[in-house]
């Protein structure tokens, strides 16, 4: 059965540093999702990719989050400097086409600690 | 502003059945969706409702009253890997997911 795969699962680091996070979606999924879930709560929606291109980015931190998704299939989101708050799991997700009605599967994340 | 409910917390016993109960307010509405999500696990598809009724599937069972803005999951034969949070998402008029903050179910032998 195919899966979305993320790495790494987690990862630990200092506030001010910098992390990178990569999701490979499911081979033939044009959508792709990266979401920020915090214990206790659902999931926010970070960034939308329809192939290479950003569908939604608004509610992204572009001060210090990036996200690119290059050849259209795996994508990598950045935290440059990271903070305290930003510990939290990192969701990656994807759909066939995003554009209708469309069932999102997600990765298994990765947990992120900033200490 | 748009806004999806669900109870915190629920407890039942193994065996037992279950309604997790979900409203919505959104601007418009293209379907919902649970998931189960596991401790430290990604969420997990279970169900898709789009038109009123009861849509069911093996033990669990999803039904859905666009009028009064509401969805319920129903899980029956409880077992201890049951033990998740649910999730209640819409789908809204901009195909955006609206995520509920999940209700934890605890089950207990």
């Known amino acids: 059965e195919a899966e979305v795969a993320q790495s790494p699962r987690y990862k630990i680091t200092e506030k001010s540093q910098a992390v990178a996070f990569w999701c490979d979606p499911i081979?033939?999924?044009?959508?792709l999702y990266w979401y920020r879930q915090i214990l206790g709560q659902g999931p926010e929606l970070l960034v939308q990719f329809q192939d290479e291109s950003v569908v939604d980015d608004s509610q992204l931190p572009k001060d210090r989050f990036s996200a690119e998704r290059l050849k259209g299939v795996d994508s990598t989101l950045k935290i440059q400097p990271a903070e305290l708050g930003d510990s939290a799991m990192y969701l990656c997700a994807s759909s066939v086409s995003g554009g209708a009605v469309d069932t999102q599967y997600f990765g298994p994340g990765t947990r992120l600690t900033v200490l | 502003g748009q806004n999806i409910d669900q109870p915190t917390e629920m407890t039942a016993t193994e065996g037992a059945i279950v309604q997790i109960n979900c409203t919505y307010q959104?601007?418009?509405?293209?379907?919902l969706f649970w998931y189960q999500q596991h401790a430290g696990e990604a969420p997990t598809f279970l169900s898709y409702?789009?038109l009123d009724g009861l849509e069911e599937k093996g033990r669990f069972s999803s039904f859905l009253s666009r009028s009064k803005g509401y969805s319920y999951l129903l899980l029956k034969e409880l077992q201890m890997k049951d033990s998740a949070s649910y999730l209640c998402a819409v789908l809204d008029s901009n195909y955006q997911l609206i995520w509920g903050a999940g209700t934890k179910l605890i089950i207990k032998p």
């Open positions: 409702n789009v």
């Open positions: 081979s033939g999924h044009a959508t």
């Open positions: 959104t601007s418009g509405f293209n379907g």
